[in-house]
């Protein structure tokens, strides 16, 4: 079963608005948080990681972790068309294993 | 920027034939990955290796097998090739430590008649 669930499957935002994209693990020994973006015809990049509970902010984007209830959030502000993708989440356990989950994906799409 | 390439870039096949997909990185990175994304699963990790001659087992294994010859080099081979193995496979790699982000390859769309 798919251990790192995303909500919502699909978002549209008009441009200028703020993105919310969701993530629940049904793993608590998940430690260590990824988001990742993937443009049309790309391969998966890395946007920001989150190991601590609490706030990150790179730029527009702000990641929200929340480990007791097993939930990290991305928040993308000024939202611009370039920012029209799929969104996943991954997750790893601890330090001593370098497998990654990544969930199913949240399709964005910006409106101009 | 981290630089991971791979070839093809699409291949086309038929039910029981053989197929091999490559992957280099000019990272120095330890860690290698290969996945298959499919709709409705998102990437899911099929081996990883964390140098020459290492393999590990993924989460969907079944009918793959790989092999990693160099540090930069890995390959993902299907040698009875399915139509379920139909997919968009990628590779990716890490530098191991705890940062850890993964660094992915174009992809190879694969297509099994």
């Known amino acids: 079963q798919q251990k790192v669930q995303q909500s919502p499957e699909s978002l549209s935002v008009p441009e200028g608005g703020m993105a919310s994209l969701n993530c629940t693990s049904s793993?608590?020994?998940?430690?260590y948080f990824w988001w990742y973006r993937q443009h049309s015809g790309e391969g998966p990049k890395a946007l920001m990681s989150i190991f601590s509970d609490g706030d990150k902010k790179e730029g527009r984007f702000t990641a929200h972790l929340n480990k007791a209830s097993l939930h990290v959030s991305l928040h993308i502000r000024d939202s611009q068309p370039s920012d029209s993708a799929l969104y996943f989440c991954a997750a790893r356990r601890s330090s001593n294993t370098n497998k990654v989950v990544f969930g199913t994906g949240t399709r964005l799409q910006v409106l101009p | 920027e981290a630089a991971v390439t791979q070839s093809p870039r699409n291949k086309v096949t038929v039910t029981g034939g053989n197929v091999t997909l490559s992957c280099r990185q000019t990272n120095s990175h330890n860690y290698m990955y290969w996945y298959r994304q499919d709709t409705g699963h998102g990437l899911r990790l099929i081996h990883y290796?964390?140098?020459?001659?290492?393999?590990q087992i993924g989460d969907v294994p079944d009918g793959y097998k790989a092999t990693r010859t160099t540090q930069e080099d890995f390959f993902l081979l299907l040698e009875l090739a399915s139509p379920s193995q139909t997919s968009l496979y990628f590779c990716a790699s890490s530098d191991g430590f705890n940062q850890d982000t993964q660094y992915f390859g174009p992809g190879t769309r694969l297509l099994v008649l």
């Open positions: 290796s964390y140098g020459a001659g290492n393999l």
């Open positions: 793993d608590r020994n998940f430690q």
